[in-house]
């Protein structure tokens, strides 16, 4: 079975905020960012178990900040900033632009 992938008009901004409101997610979403293509799960330093590792996943894709499909036996993932910033301009640049708490000096 397909992984759920909202429909760039179905992305809610309630869902959006929500899924960023965590900071392991928060950390996720500027690794995506901060990368040139898509990135595999495992090659992002999580500092939590496999199976809170996949919830994680799980709420970026539900949201609609992330893609995934599979490549072989690893699961791809991107960041979807096209639809992202064409169904909320400006928000992506603001969330990566504001400093987090181990940010602040």
């Known amino acids: 079975m397909a992984a759920y ?6 992305l809610l ?9 965590n900071p ?5 979403l500027r690794e995506l960012a901060a990368s040139p293509g898509e990135r ?4 992002l330093p999580l500092d939590v178990t496999k199976s809170t590792a996949t919830h994680h996943w799980r709420v970026l ?3 609609g900040i ?3 499909h599979r490549d072989g036996r690893y699961k791809a993932v991107t960041l979807r900033r096209d639809d ?3 169904r909320f301009p400006g928000l992506l640049d603001a969330i990566l632009n504001t400093p987090t708490t181990g940010d602040a000096r």
């Not at 992938?5 to 179905?10: D, I, K, L």
């Not at 392991?24 to 996720?28: A, E, F, P, T």
């Open 5 to 10: 992938h909202p429909a760039r008009e179905q």
């Open 40 to 43: 595999t799960c495992g090659s």
């Open 61 to 63: 894709r539900e949201s």
């Open 13 to 21: 901004l309630e869902d959006v905020l929500a899924a960023l409101g």
């Open 84 to 86: 992202l910033d064409n």
């Open 66 to 68: 992330t893609r995934e």
């Open 24 to 28: 392991v997610r928060l950390g996720i």
